[in-house]
């Protein structure tokens, strides 16, 4: 599968922006969906998963402001991003993974930036 995250920007503190990872194929045959991000100089973390069950998680940096979700019928997934703080300043990728065969796929990542 391919993954194209789009949507990232220059925001400020407390704005809003929704990131975009589209997929080559349909994303209902891929069980989980995840955003990931890296600030510079730090490892890159989890942000947020959704899975074909219709679960999700978060991060606890991100609960309660991130909203993840799919639309299937346009294969891609989105990350819709409230109460932006300096501290998300990152680049943003998403990550799709097939549990059967533990196969990992990463897009390409789209900067976020938040000013305070």
């Known amino acids: 599968v391919q993954l194209q995250a789009s949507g990232g920007g220059l925001v400020q503190a407390g704005g809003s922006l929704r990131l975009s990872c589209a997929a080559s194929?349909?994303?209902?045959?891929?069980?989980?969906i995840s955003w990931y991000r890296q600030a510079p100089g730090k490892e890159r973390e989890f942000v947020a998963v959704t899975r074909t069950s219709g679960s999700t998680d978060y991060a606890d940096s991100v609960k309660g402001r991130f909203t993840i979700y799919r639309v299937n019928a346009k294969n891609t997934v989105y990350l819709q991003m409230n109460s932006l703080k300096p501290e998300d300043t990152a680049v943003y990728y998403c990550n799709a993974w097939y549990r059967s065969v533990n196969d990992m796929y990463w897009g390409q990542g789209t900067q976020v930036t938040v000013s305070s």
């Open positions: 194929e349909s994303i209902m045959s891929i069980d989980d």
